[in-house]
Structures are given as C-alpha cells and as structure tokens.
C-alpha cells in the first residue's frame, strides 16, 4: 500500500509558470521528503522538511506541510523546461522507521 | 568514481534462472535499500539493509534473496525469476537511514522473457 499519493498524476504548464504538486498521506510521519526523476534516472532528493516544520524553501523550490490534513505541497516557482520531471514524495512511517515509503509520483511537463 | 552504482543496466533473462543485481556505494554509508518501481505502483521497497550482516523485509520480499557482507556492497538475487519481477530495479543508501534522505542509483532494467 502506499503511504503518499500525489496530486495531480500529471501536469503540463508553460515555462516561466508555477507549478504545484500535492501530496497526501495516512499516517503519522517525522519527515517527508520529495524526490525528482528525470526519464530512465534514478530518484534526485530535492528537499526534507520534519514534522514540526510547516514551510521550507530551497532556491525555486517551496514545500509546505500540513500535519493536521496530513498533507504537503510542492511548489516550483518560475518553471524551466529542465524542470520535467515526474516528483515524488516520500514519508518515513514513525513505527518503521528505517522504510520510506513513495508514492506514484506527478508527472510534470513543462512547455517552452 | 564516489557515488553509488548499479550493474547491469539491463539485463534479459528467462523465467526460471537466477539472476544477481549488483549495487555497489563508496560513501561508507550504513542503509542501503532496494526499490522496485512498476507503472501503476510507483516505488516499492524490497529489502534494506542497516549495516554489514543485517537485512530486513520491505514491503514485496517475495522471490528475492539479499545480502551484505560488506558495507559497500548489498546484491539483490532473484532465485528463480519470473515475468512479474519484470521491472525497474533502484539501489538507493542513506548515512543513517531513520530520517535522512535516500542516494539513488541509475537502476537496473530487468525483463524477464
């Protein structure tokens, strides 16, 4: 089963543009972290943000966190085209610690 | 080179052989893993591996068989493939695991025929 599921499955904007990426999930957590994946790579980690964190930044990227709603978001600001890419957030479980668990990821195209 | 490897990139193989994938991490680090990732599942943790001699399940351990006998190195072997192991296979370490943030291989592209 997965933990995260992310919202939208896909989504195709302009360059130059914003885009926001969800991620929900089900049970507690101490961090959750977001991954990107260019085509046939493996996964790149983008940024971690704890559980007693709400908001963090790093360069174009913002990630928010909702504990209460058990939610998070990614947000990419100013949208290059080497920013296509499928996303992917991720969550250790605070009972199995060591596992961390992905969802099924968006899929982000960004049209010059 | 620093990093972490996977060998082979792609590997064909019929149903029924045994088939080893190699990972190989020069960071030291403690936690390896190993992923799988299917269209419609996203990635799915098989085996990890806390230090030298210690592995435990992840969540589709079926049909696979790992190993550390070495910090740098954690091998994933198929003992007897089959069409449904057909996949990507992602290799990823952590210096400490618990909540830090996975280094990922390139994959290993296996099909099995």
């Known amino acids: 089963s997965q933990q995260g599921e992310e919202d939208p499955q896909a989504l195709s904007i302009q360059e130059g543009e914003n885009a926001t990426m969800n991620c929900s999930y089900k049970t507690s957590i101490n961090n959750l972290q977001w991954y990107r994946q260019n085509s046939g790579r493996g996964l790149v980690h983008l940024i971690l943000?704890?559980?007693?964190?709400r908001e963090k930044h790093s360069g174009r990227l913002r990630v928010t966190l909702d504990t209460s709603k058990k939610s998070s978001s990614l947000l990419i600001t100013a949208s290059r085209a080497a920013d296509t890419a499928s996303y992917f957030c991720a969550s250790y479980l605070i009972q199995g610690a060591q596992k961390l668990v992905f969802g099924q990821g968006t899929r982000l195209t960004i049209n010059p | 080179d620093a990093g972490i490897t996977q060998s082979p990139r792609y590997k064909i193989t019929e149903t029924g052989r045994q088939v080893t994938l190699m990972c190989h991490q020069t960071w030291s680090h403690s936690y390896m893993f190993w992923y799988r990732q299917d269209l419609g599942h996203g990635l799915r943790l098989i085996y990890y591996?806390?230090?030298?001699?210690?592995?435990d399940k992840g969540e589709v351990p079926d049909g696979y068989v790992v190993s550390r006998s070495k910090t740098e190195n954690f091998p994933l072997t198929l003992e007897s493939a089959t069409r449904s192991q057909t996949s990507v296979y992602f290799c990823?370490?952590?210096?400490?695991?618990?909540?830090?943030?996975?280094?990922f291989g390139s994959g290993t592209q296996l099909s099995v025929l």
């Open positions: 943000i704890r559980s007693n964190e």
């Open positions: 591996s806390a230090a030298a001699d210690i592995t």
């Open positions: 990823a370490s952590s210096f400490e695991g618990g909540s830090e943030k996975l280094f």
